[in-house]
């Protein structure tokens, strides 16, 4: 932990010191913009990073509108960039003091982009109980993160805070404009002067640590708070006779709360940046103006609390209204200056020459291409552009996703430049599932699996997973699409199984089975787009079933069981969660062609559907779902390819797989209302569910049939080991039961 220290002791120093010749980013100083009267003096708004902090900037910005203030030219940091880039693309101050309750630390920081936007094989992995992200393996070493998120959810929203969409040179917004960032190679600060203005702010507010690096023509981009956190030498650069900056500071923590390793790097992170700032004040003039705004008690990550901070911009600004009015203008001439501000500047939408992916090493270009609904020759179309980046990190393989415009002679070239994960293409991730049953057993899972992305050109990729617990098995898959728009493809896999089956008479359990499952399949499929997939599969194995405990006239009699099925799988996805769905539909259908003619025991058909659909109002919401099945044709199913139910929120009240029949018929209805908001997880709710279902056929001459009714109350949280569950159910027959679940109890 020393040499931990150390080395991060020296790190910060390092980037501490400020160098005289700072990174423009591409474009020229702006003069004056246009309508601006050449008489006057010039003013430039100097807005600091802060966080949360910085949302009092909007308050400072509100009362200068009041004043008739001209702002002629704007720099900001960090936070600082972010409210700067809203006003100098034209956004109105209700409309920013608006946005500012609609922003959360959850909306801001939340990892993944909308899940509706993912691949396939990603949206798939959360029907299993992973609680850990992939972590690379490549060479020898174990990769993570270099943020706690990577930032393409923080741009997402960032494009809706600027009115202007698209690549920009800054000097051709309503406002000339400056962002700054810090290059993390050379400690150098980088002035943005043009570039696509979301990724611009995300760049000049990418905390170390925090959010990952952004990269920029090459750049590796973090905070500009290390180098400039009040930028006013920029704000000179761009001509200015006047500056109004405004500090809104990273206080120091007091020595009573420098109690850990995170504590202390926060800690220099402040020191460093107040001693850029201390420089940058130093070069203020007799006729600059300093609005310090007093936050105590509010902290750079509040995010949650961004309508409290405005105000305090407001009384900070009226504090020093008197040299502030001395820089006013008639209402006329305030008027035309709003009126250029808010015009909005047509976005160059001119059809592109060419789509180039640049700097992969291992991902195919033409997969990243095909991906993507802008085509060349066609007018660009922000919205469509917007979404295609966020499919393109949707494939999972990408540590972020931006773009830019290049242009050559005679050419338009629209570049994709999509970072792959550091750490290539080997990957692990690991899971865990508990549940805990007044009425049944308890039981565990544990899971670990290993992914090798891209063996080949066309994206072949190789899982494997071990789990331990309730089920044991090993599983194998291939994963090969057959072309590098990777449209159809083809998987081969191997399992191996061993899980455990009680079997129930009534409310009690009579007899425990131990089955080992052995198969090897191969599927061919097609992808619906980012909506589902579709698969048919040949399988063959075997199934050994032994009795575990109970009377020994309960024994399954044949020690061998032959398996040989033709497969068919729909499955549809549009949920926007499948812990916590608050909106969207999953739907998928299953069928299986168990014949003689492949190895199987029986010739049968067993057939099976389920859905669901979530809707919200505000805080509440309403998800329903379904799942039927049976047998198709005259051959009844074997009792020993039954359904199983039975157990929390799939009939609650009664032991986890109490029933095995022939068919199956279910529905459920829950509400939940969300009790608190999360940050990077999804929060904690509060719930009901009415359930009923009909069982067919039960094995156990005895059971329950009939429609079976239930209800269950529960909590519900999201946390960092997965979504934890403590419920009670009921039936309508008296049964009940309290439930414990971490992991997906449906």
């Known amino acids: 932990m020393n040499t931990w220290l150390r080395r991060l002791a020296a790190a910060a120093s390092a980037m501490a010191a400020l160098l005289s010749t700072p990174v423009v980013f591409a474009a020229?100083?702006?003069?004056?913009?246009?309508?601006?009267?050449?008489?006057?003096?010039?003013?430039?708004l100097v807005l600091s990073g802060g966080g949360a902090r910085g949302a009092a900037h909007i308050g400072v910005i509100k009362v200068l509108e009041e004043l008739r203030v001209p702002i002629d030219c704007i720099a900001g940091t960090s936070m600082g960039a972010l409210v700067g880039a809203a006003y100098a693309t034209g956004m109105t101050v209700a409309d920013m003091e608006r946005l500012t309750g609609e922003i959360s630390t959850e909306l801001l920081f939340k990892e993944d982009p909308p899940r509706q936007e993912q691949s396939m094989r990603r949206k798939q992995d959360d029907f299993n109980i992973f609680v850990t992200p992939e972590m690379g393996v490549g060479g020898g070493k174990l990769g993570l993160p270099k943020g706690v998120v990577s930032g393409v959810q923080l741009e997402t929203v960032l494009r809706k805070l600027a009115r202007t969409k698209g690549y920009y040179r800054f000097d051709e917004l309503p406002i000339p404009y400056r962002a700054v960032a810090t290059d993390l190679v050379s400690g150098k600060e980088v002035v943005f002067a043009e570039g696509e203005l979301a990724s611009v702010m995300r760049a000049s507010m990418s905390v170390p640590g925090a959010v990952a690096p952004a990269e920029v023509g090459g750049m590796m981009l973090v905070d500009g708070m290390l180098t400039k956190n009040l930028p006013i030498e920029v704000a000179r650069a761009m001509g200015a006779d006047i500056i109004i900056a405004v500090n809104v500071g990273t206080p120091l923590l007091k020595r009573e709360q420098l109690d850990s390793a995170l504590a202390v790097t926060g800690q220099m992170l402040s020191i460093l940046t107040e001693q850029n700032v201390q420089a940058s004040l130093a070069k203020l003039t007799p006729k600059d103006i300093l609005i310090t705004p007093a936050l105590e008690g509010f902290t750079t990550g509040d995010f949650d609390v961004l309508r409290k901070i405005v105000p305090h911009g407001e009384t900070a600004a009226r504090a020093v209204a008197e040299r502030l009015t001395r820089l006013s203008v008639s209402p006329e001439q305030y008027a035309e200056v709003q009126r250029h501000r808010q015009v909005e500047v047509a976005a160059d939408l001119r059809p592109v020459d060419e789509i180039r992916v640049e700097r992969l090493n291992y991902v195919n270009p033409q997969t990243v291409r095909a991906i993507m609904e802008t085509q060349t020759g066609q007018p660009i179309d922000q919205p469509t552009l917007d979404r295609d980046m966020r499919r393109i990190y949707g494939i999972g393989d990408f540590e972020h996703v931006q773009y830019g415009f290049l242009e050559e002679p005679g050419r338009r070239i629209l570049v994709v430049d999509a970072v792959e994960k550091a750490w290539g293409q080997q990957t692990i991730r690991l899971g865990v599932g508990v549940s805990y049953s007044s009425s049944d057993d308890q039981y565990f899972n544990l899971l670990a699996r290993y992914r090798r992305a891209w063996i080949n050109s066309y994206g072949g990729e190789w899982r494997a997973e071990l789990q331990a617990g309730r089920t044991s098995a090993l599983r194998t898959e291939f994963y090969q699409p057959l072309s590098p728009e990777q449209q159809f493809f083809v998987a081969p896999s191997l399992s191996v199984e061993r899980r455990l089956t009680n079997l129930y008479l009534g409310d009690q359990r009579v007899a425990t089975y131990r089955t080992d499952t052995s198969s090897l399949a191969v599927d061919v499929g097609t992808l619906l787009g980012r909506y589902g997939e579709v698969r048919l599969g040949l399988l063959t194995g075997a199934s050994r079933p032994e009795l575990e405990t109970g009377s020994p006239a309960l024994s399954p009699g044949q020690a061998r069981i032959g398996e040989g099925a033709v497969t068919f799988r729909l499955v549809l996805d549009q949920l926007d969660s499948v812990n916590f769905a608050r909106s969207g539909w999953?739907?998928?259908?299953?069928?299986?062609?168990?014949?003689?003619?492949?190895?199987?025991?029986?010739?049968?058909?067993?057939?099976?559907?389920?859905?669901?659909?979530?809707?919200?109002?505000?805080?509440?919401?309403?998800?329903?779902?379904?799942?039927?099945?049976?047998?198709?044709?005259?051959?009844?199913?074997?009792?020993?390819?039954?359904?199983?139910?039975g157990g929390f929120l799939r009939l609650s009240g009664y032991a986890t797989g109490q029933f095995l029949g022939e068919s199956l018929k279910f529905a459920r209805l829950m509400y939940y209302t969300r009790v608190l908001r999360g940050s990077l997880f999804e929060g904690a709710y509060g719930g009901l569910s009415l359930e009923v279902g009909k069982i067919g056929r039960p094995l156990v001459p005895g059971s329950l049939e009939g429609w079976l009714k239930s209800a269950s109350l529960f909590a519900a949280v999201d946390t960092p080991v997965g979504p934890t569950y403590l419920g009670y159910g009921q039936t309508t027959d008296g049964s009940g039961s309290l439930y414990l679940y971490v992991g997906r109890p449906f």
């Open 586 to 645: 999953f739907a998928a259908a299953r069928l299986y062609r168990s014949t003689a003619h492949l190895g199987a025991e029986q010739d049968y058909m067993k057939w099976g559907a389920e859905g669901g659909a979530a809707f919200s109002f505000g805080e509440h919401t309403l998800n329903f779902a379904g799942k039927l099945g049976g047998s198709a044709g005259p051959d009844p199913l074997p009792r020993y390819d039954f359904f199983q139910w």
């Open 28 to 44: 020229d100083d702006a003069n004056r913009p246009p309508g601006v009267h050449s008489t006057r003096s010039k003013i430039c």
